[in-house]
Structure formats: structure tokens, C-alpha cells
């Protein structure tokens, strides 16, 4: 069930260059089952900045969940000032994430994060291994001081790091490390920007492709059309899908990115 509550921060620090993780409380946690669904953030106080920003949910936890956001714009420089024990006002959890029942135990998934794709990888990683899939994750950033969640995901499984400029890791991009990879993946599931999720999709690296599209969003629960995109059957006209409501999780081939 969506709901909306006033949620208390737990935490609220920078983890790598303009990147904040933000832990809060509240009952809506009991409402989260999948990793890959988001929650509608109002980053101020007040009708300025008037829309909320969607942020993916990066932990479940026991009576709180973790997001993670970019510092960039008004909005969230006004979440990035706030402090424990202040409260935010959420929206969720909303969207379909990730579909962790196609993957076996004993079968390898490869996770694909770019950027702020990379969160609902942790909800993911921690998700698929509990239920004894192979998980190997490859992220990528655009340079050293970018890069976060290395460690932690690391606790279910290998890590490979790539950077644009070369600063750490591998240079290059994500899809350089799944080229290049010695375990063959059953499944991949990948969130990033639009580029990485098209070359990920046009490579069929596994039988079985998720991709968690990054849209601009309006209302959040499918009422303002604002993420429409269209279908690989009909690229012009209807039927169409709502990121927000029918994704942000679509199947490679189901939707034109
Ligand atoms: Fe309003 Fe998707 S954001 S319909």
C-alpha cells in the first residue's frame, strides 16, 4: 500500500562527491517488498521547490529504509542541509521493481549500476543472495571521488568497479567489465542512465534482461503522464507505459529506450 508519512532521519551524510545517503524511519518500511521500487521525496518545506523527487529505495530495513540521492539543484541542496531528527515528508513505495523470483538459487545475476543507478542494487544484491543466487556486481562512476557502495555490496558478492576517467577500477564503462566477464550471467538486472541501459540491452549479455529506467517524473503514481514511454510494438502511437507505475523495472525489449 502507497502512503504518505512525515518520516524522522535516522542519518543524513555524504558518502562520495555530492552523493548523500539518507536513512529514515517510519512505518512506510513495512510497506517495502522489492528492490527497484522508489519513493517521492518533498525535499523542502513550503510550495518552492513545488515537485517531489523521486529516489530509489537502496535498504529495507526493520522499521526504516535508506535512500540515496545526488546533491544537484535547488531541491535536494535542501535535503542535503537537513539534519537527524528533522522529519520528511515521503511518498511510497511506488513503482515494480525488480523481479527477484526469476532468478534461481545457484544461478549467477549479474547487477549493472551507473551512477545513482547503483542503490537499488544493495536492496537487490542483499535480496538475490538471501536466496542463494550468485550475485556479482559491477558499477560504475565517472571518477574516484564518485564512487560509493563498493563495500557494501561486496558483502554478497564480487565487486567490479569502472570509472570514465580512469581514476579507479577499470577504465571505462560498465559495459567494458560485462563484456570482459569470466562467469556467464543467467540474469542481469542494471540501473543507470539511459546510454548504459541501451547498450546493455542491445548486447543480450543473458537470457533474461531488467532494466530500472531513470525518468523524469511528475505525480509518481501514474496520474500526470509526465514518464510516458512508449512500447516496442507500437514505437509511435498506444499503447504506451508509465515509468512510475508500470516500470520503473521493465523487461529488455518491452519499452523504447
Ligand atoms: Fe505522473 Fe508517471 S509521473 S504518470
Known amino acids: 500500500m502507497i502512503r504518505q508519512e512525515n518520516c524522522k532521519i535516522v542519518s543524513n551524510r555524504q558518502i562520495a562527491d ?3 545517503e539518507l536513512v529514515l524511519a517510519g512505518e512506510l518500511s513495512s510497506e517495502m ?19 517531489r523527487r523521486p529516489i530509489s529505495i537502496a535498504s529495507i530495513n526493520d522499521g526504516s529504509f535508506t535512500i540515496i540521492y545526488r546533491r544537484q539543484g535547488k531541491g535536494t541542496s535542501l ?17 515494480n521493481g525488480f523481479p527477484v523470483d526469476e532468478a534461481e538459487p545457484g544461478q549467477t545475476a549479474v547487477l549493472v ?3 545513482v543507478g547503483v542503490p537499488p542494487m544493495y536492496e537487490l544484491a542483499k535480496q538475490l543472495a ?9 558499477i560504475g562512476f565517472q571518477s574516484f ?14 565487486v567490479f568497479v569502472a570509472t570514465v576517467d580512469g581514476s579507479y577500477g ?8 560485462l563484456e570482459g566477464l569470466e562467469v556467464q550471467a543467467d540474469i542481469v538486472f542494471a540501473c543507470g542512465p539511459t546510454p548504459m541501459l541501451r547498450s546493455i540491452e542491445n548486447g543480450q549479455y543473458a537470457q533474461k534482461t531488467y532494466l530500472s529506467l531513470e525518468e523524469r517524473m511528475g505525480c509518481g503514481i501514474g496520474a500526470c ?5 512508449h512500447t516496442k510494438d507500437d514505437p509511435k502511437g498506444l499503447p504506451y507505459k508509465k515509468v512510475c507505475s508500470d516500470g520503473p523495472v521493465f523487461q529488455a525489449g518491452e519499452v523504447v529506450i
Open 18 to 20: 555530492n552523493i548523500f
Open 33 to 51: 517488498k522489492q528492490a527497484g521500487q522508489f519513493v517521492h521525496v518533498k525535499v523542502a518545506d513550503g510550495l518552492d521547490p513545488l515537485l
Open 79 to 95: 535535503l542535503a542541509e537537513k539534519s537527524t531528527g528533522m522529519t520528511v515528508d515521503v511518498l511510497g513505495p511506488l513503482g
Open 113 to 115: 549500476g551507473g551512477g
Open 130 to 138: 538471501r536466496k542463494g543466487v550468485n550475485v556479482v556486481s559491477i
Open 145 to 158: 571521488e564518485s564512487v560509493f557502495y563498493e563495500k557494501e555490496l561486496s558483502e554478497f558478492g564480487e
Open 170 to 177: 577499470r577504465t571505462g564503462f560498465v559495459t567494458d567489465i
Open 225 to 229: 503522464f509526465a514518464c510516458v514511454c
